[in-house]
């Protein structure tokens, strides 16, 4: 029997599989687990199950002991995991894809609409008890008929987006590494573009690609003002891909007409220029947020745990 320490509570489905074979001990705390008792639990541990909200990196591994074998992170994105530290302890490191697609391209596509449409403002006046009634230029957003949508990094979660962004009748272009199967690039009608031109004709853009090195503050002061000045910005994939205090400036100016966000450059932290901003929609990192998808994530998890620990190979390695 091997211990596994879970970093934080998950579904109670994959703690059960967890615990039919292993020892488990899982941070139950309201609050995220601290650093200090995260490096006190995980000494001795063969498994990890991490949530994002940990950093799973040098440090914590050494903590941990040579025996570790795997961390199994509950999330697609791993920019909170050391991948190479893990590498040269000999750790597998596992993510989750696939499953929460659909849950975090709804959550794109609820942006959009959202930030498109005014409806946060909309929301908002309600609730502020103020007087209104309905007018010819009350409110008007825009249409999302015929609009561009530019698509910044094309895997599973851009596609997903798009495909729902066509259902609106948007044109879809897109940026990425590669091209895509050209059947799906065919269904959706997709051209792939450098990002400068993306920036220059959507309507809409949508951030959609992992977050590192190579993508901190992609979109920053000079890429805000390549987009158009009726265009909206929507990130769903991590914070810090955009330079929040420039996007702060940019709506704040009017040199982009809105934007919607579901994550943040210091998360939970939002930068303090955006929320007195009428133009940008703010959600609380959503994305993968339903009882389905995140039970789906923590089986896929408890899968890939248990696969390495019974020396199997895991479904979803992090290559
Ligand atoms: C992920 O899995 O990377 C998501 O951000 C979680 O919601």
Known sequence: MSRVVVTGRIPEAAIEKLRAEHEVDVWEGP????????????????????????????????AAGPQLKVVANVAVGYDNIDVPACTERGVIA??????????????ALSLILMATRRLGEGERLIRSGEA????????????????????????????????????????IVYQSRSEIDPAIAGELGARRVELDELLAISDVVSLHCPYGPATHHLIGAEQLAAMKDSA????TARGPIVDEAALAAALRDGRIAGAGLDVYEKEPQVHPGLLGLDNVVLLPHLGSATVETRTAMAMLAADNALAVLSGERPATPIR
């Not at 650093?35 to 914590?60: F, K, M, N, P, Q």
């Not at 989750?96 to 975090?104: I, Q």
Request: avoid cysteine; charge should be negative.
């Open 232 to 235: 909206f910005l929507v990130n």
């Open 132 to 171: 209104w009634k309905w007018g010819m230029f009350f409110l008007l957003g825009s249409s999302l008929q015929g609009k561009t949508l530019g698509v910044v990094g094309m895997g599973g979660i851009g596609q997903a987006t798009a495909r729902r962004a066509k259902a609106f009748g948007m044109e």
């Open 31 to 62: 609050e995220s687990i601290s650093r200090e008792e995260l490096l006190r639990r995980v000494a001795g541990a063969d498994g990890i199950v991490s949530l994002l909200t940990e950093r799973v990196d040098a440090e914590l591994l050494d």
């Open 94 to 107: 596992t993510n989750t894809p696939g499953v929460l697609t659909d849950a975090t391209a709804d959550i």
